[in-house]
């Protein structure tokens, strides 16, 4: 059993802290970098993702500005897609992206895409499980409650699970916003696409550090709650 207030496993989070900081640093660059690079088509993000949900005969689905920086996202309790002020305005490969990439998820809803249905239905027990998890844990840990460190982690799984989930979810709405980009003409093939991609593909580094973090996390509960029993 590790003594009090000494815990060697904090060890095993940092690569994922480091991932963490990386993608965080990728994708603003990337944003950055794209951000100042018009698109040929001339089309602002907006209208991009105004298109692109009509040709979907997604018309019921409004598109709003929403405020602060790398912020947009699609709400399927509502069925609004949000972009942040710098993307609903912008023509540049990295705003045609991002609002192509949210786009994707508002397809995904509509399709009843199962990886995004199964974590939209973990929502609540996932939240409810990261807030509770580690207080619930390190209360057990600490008066030798095997049922409290029991319940911490099992919640905590949940939030793991979600965390999981999401990769193959955000991965597809970016594949599947690079597809219909080129297809349809909002980039051109080449340097115009290989931008968007590269925006994409660093935001997709932030959920790979999110994921990796999580899983960590559970494994360094599993040994403190291993070290208990020795």
Same mark, same amino acid.
């Given at each position: 059993?590790?003594?009090?207030?000494?815990?060697?496993?904090?060890?095993?989070?940092?690569?994922?802290?480091?991932?963490?900081?990386?993608?965080?640093?990728?994708?603003?660059?990337?944003?950055?970098?794209?951000?100042?690079?018009?698109?040929?088509?001339?089309?602002?993000?907006?209208?991009?993702?105004?298109?692109?949900?009509?040709?979907?005969?997604?018309?019921?689905?409004?598109?709003?500005?929403?405020?602060?920086?790398?912020?947009?996202?699609?709400?399927?309790?509502?069925?609004?897609?949000? &972009?942040? !002020? +710098?993307? /609903?305005?912008? %023509?540049?490969?990295?705003?045609? =992206?991002?609002?192509?990439?949210?786009?994707?998820? $508002?397809?995904?809803?509509?399709?009843?895409?199962?990886?995004?249905?199964?974590?939209?239905?973990?929502?609540?027990?996932?939240?409810?499980?990261?807030?509770?998890?580690?207080?619930?844990?390190?209360?057990?840990?600490?008066?030798?409650?095997?049922?409290?460190?029991?319940?911490?982690?099992?919640?905590?799984?949940?939030?793991?699970?979600?965390?999981?989930?999401?990769?193959?979810?955000?991965?597809?709405?970016?594949?599947?916003?690079?597809?219909? &980009?080129? !297809? +349809?003409? /909002?980039?051109? %093939?080449?340097?115009?696409?290989? =931008?968007?991609?590269?925006?994409?593909?660093?935001? $997709?580094?932030?959920?790979?550090?999110?994921?990796?973090?999580?899983?960590?996390?559970?494994?360094?509960?599993?040994?403190?709650?291993?070290?208990?029993?020795?």
């Amino acid at each position: 059993m590790f003594p009090l207030f000494y815990d060697p496993t904090y060890i095993l989070i940092i690569p994922a802290l480091i991932l963490a900081v990386y993608a965080q640093i990728k994708v603003k660059s990337a944003f950055q970098r794209y951000s100042r690079v018009t698109a040929s088509s001339g089309m602002t993000g907006a209208q991009v993702a105004r298109d692109l949900l009509n040709k979907n005969n997604l018309h019921n689905v409004p598109v709003e500005i929403t405020r602060g920086t790398l912020t947009d996202h699609y709400d399927p309790r509502q069925k609004v897609l949000r &972009l942040s !002020s +710098e993307v /609903y305005h912008s %023509r540049s490969l990295a705003a045609l =992206g991002v609002a192509a990439h949210e786009t994707g998820h $508002a397809i995904q809803h509509s399709q009843e895409y199962i990886p995004l249905n199964i974590r939209n239905a973990l929502v609540p027990v996932a939240s409810f499980g990261s807030n509770l998890a580690f207080p619930l844990f390190f209360i057990g840990l600490l008066f030798n409650g095997s049922f409290l460190m029991n319940l911490g982690i099992l919640l905590f799984s949940f939030a793991v699970l979600f965390q999981v989930l999401t990769l193959p979810v955000e991965f597809n709405a970016s594949n599947r916003a690079l597809h219909m &980009l080129e !297809s +349809e003409g /909002y980039l051109m %093939r080449g340097g115009e696409v290989t =931008g968007a991609r590269k925006v994409l593909s660093a935001a $997709a580094l932030t959920y790979l550090a999110a994921t990796a973090m999580a899983i960590f996390q559970l494994f360094r509960l599993l040994l403190l709650r291993g070290s208990r029993d020795d």
